[in-house]
T-cell receptor
Framework: GQNIDQPTEMTATEGAIVQINCTYQTSGFNGLFWYQQHAGEAPTFLSY??LDGLEEKGRFSSFLSRSKGYSYLLLKELQMKDSASYLC??????????WGAGTKLIIKP | IAGITQAPTSQILAAGRRMTLRCTQD?????MYWYRQDLGLGLRLIHYSNTAGTTGKGEVPDGYSVSRANTDDFPLTLASAVPSQTSVYFC????????????FGEGSRLTVL
């Protein structure tokens, strides 16, 4: 079956670095999305990886290994506003998204 | 309107009642989606539409119906609401850029008593 696994909750300190992991199993694979969702709000797009490797976008980077079915989101120089849930979603061969349950990131001062 | 708009934002509904959640986008996106989001679960696809005039079933379509009469509107109807349909519902449309990212509405929080 199709499955996405990511940690339920993580805690980090303001100014630090945190890595949120995601493993996936899908029927075919086209790409991997990361979305950010603040409490009570809609998800917003962060990144999309198709090829293996690291994609950097400001303080946020996303990594993909297609052979391992693995991705991570790296957040640097954490700010209090980064407290949110981070959703991993894999796009299967039919271009449908399979979503993880999300990782709630708590930032402490 | 800029983006994707959902209504109502929040609704309490008696079981057995009919309810339509509205979704409108002004980005001229072809593909639109309805998801429900429940605590501890990932977003689950209810129905989708790849283009005006066509719809398809997602992962959890039972008890829901949709229509896509034009590009902008994609309403979701609960014919006879049940308590298990208590959830937050998100409408989304798919961008036509390289990433095909989804743009989400602000969500409709529905409580069925």
């Amino acid at each position: 079956g199709q499955n996405i696994d990511q940690p339920t909750e993580m805690t980090a300190t303001e100014g630090a670095i945190v890595q949120i992991n995601c493993t996936y199993q899908t029927s075919g694979f086209n790409g991997l999305f990361w979305y950010q969702q603040h409490a009570g709000e809609a998800p917003t797009f962060l990144s999309y990886n198709v090829l293996d490797g690291l994609e950097e976008k400001g303080r946020f980077s996303s990594f993909l290994s297609r052979s391992k079915g693995y991705s991570y989101l790296l957040l640097k120089e954490l700010q209090m506003k980064d407290s949110a849930s981070y959703l991993c979603a894999a796009e299967d061969s039919n271009y449908q998204l399979i979503w993880g349950a999300g990782t709630k990131l708590i930032i402490k001062p | 309107i800029a983006g994707i708009t959902q209504a109502p934002t929040s609704q309490i509904l008696a079981a057995g009642r009919r309810m339509t959640l509205r979704c409108t986008q002004d980005m001229r996106h072809n593909a639109m989606y309805w998801y429900r989001q429940d605590l501890g679960l990932g977003l689950r696809l209810i129905h989708y539409s790849n283009t005006a005039g066509t719809t398809g079933k997602g992962e959890v379509p039972d008890g829901y119906s949709v229509s896509r009469a034009n590009t902008d509107d994609f309403p979701l109807t609960l014919a006879s609401a049940v308590p298990s349909q208590t959830s937050v519902y998100f409408c989304a449309s798919k961008g036509q850029g390289d990433t095909g990212e989804l743009f989400f509405g602000e969500g409709s929080r529905l409580t069925v008593l």
